[in-house]
């Protein structure tokens, strides 16, 4: 099985700081890795795939990288409305295992 | 437009069974390997079981090998989830999902199951 190492587990950051969460997978998956955000409540809601490609909708300020086993998402800019938790998952050959999830709390 | 929709979520006394379907639509369901994701209340979340396209593998994580059962239909363009053996741990928001070609993820809003006496 491969697994999703997730880190920090939380985060505390102010609005306009520049915050990057990051995701190692157990072996090589290439660029088969998804990003989520997630709000009390609600389902989760995809933001990027194929570790770098924005999904429609979604604010620039929203970036992906990486491949193989580290990856990183990147908020530039931080707004209010990005307080959630951010899940990492892998896709390597189907929606598989996820990341332990990063707390985002906005200072 | 490609929808996936759960059901059979239902209040189950522990030890009990259940079996949960997805209906697809709006794709060719066979030509993808299909998830089954679940949520606990307050938890993360945790991949439970996948099968690929024609049903011949199937994958399941820890914490349900032995007590849950994937399968499909491709005729019908279904999934399910047989889950027996049902414990406090299994309540949870189950969403059937799956990868599309481009890597992307599409998710169903998925089906509450609750195990509780």
């Known amino acids: 099985d491969i697994q999703m190492t997730q880190s920090p587990s939380s985060v505390s950051a102010s609005v306009g700081d520049r915050v990057t969460v990051t995701c190692r997978a157990s072996q090589d998956i290439s660029t088969w890795l998804a990003w989520y955000q997630q709000k009390p409540g609600k389902a989760p809601k995809l933001l990027i795939y194929?570790?770098?490609s924005l999904l429609s909708g979604v604010p620039s300020r929203f970036s992906g990288s990486g491949s193989g086993t580290d990856f990183t998402l990147t908020i530039s800019s931080l707004q209010p409305e990005d307080s959630a938790t951010y899940y990492c998952?892998?896709?390597?050959?189907?929606?598989?295992?996820f990341g332990q999830g990063t707390r985002l709390e906005i200072k | 437009e490609v929808q996936l929709l759960e059901s059979g979520g239902a209040l189950v006394q522990p030890g009990g069974s259940l079996r949960l379907s997805c209906a697809a639509s709006?794709?060719?369901?066979?030509?993808?390997?299909m998830s089954w994701v679940r949520q606990a209340p307050g938890k993360g979340l945790e991949w439970v079981s996948a099968i690929s396209g024609r049903g011949g593998d199937t994958y399941y994580g820890d914490s349900v090998k032995g007590r849950f059962t994937i399968s499909r239909d491709n005729s019908k363009n279904t999934l399910f989830l047989q889950m027996n053996s049902l414990g406090a741990e299994d309540t949870a928001m189950y969403y059937c999902?799956?990868?599309?070609?481009?890597?992307?993820?599409?998710w169903g809003q998925g089906t509450l199951v609750t195990v509780s006496s």
């Open positions: 999902a799956f990868r599309g070609t481009s890597g992307r993820g599409y």
């Open positions: 194929a570790a770098s």
């Open positions: 709006g794709f060719t369901f066979s030509n993808y390997a």
């Open positions: 998952q892998q896709t390597n050959t189907f929606l598989g295992t």
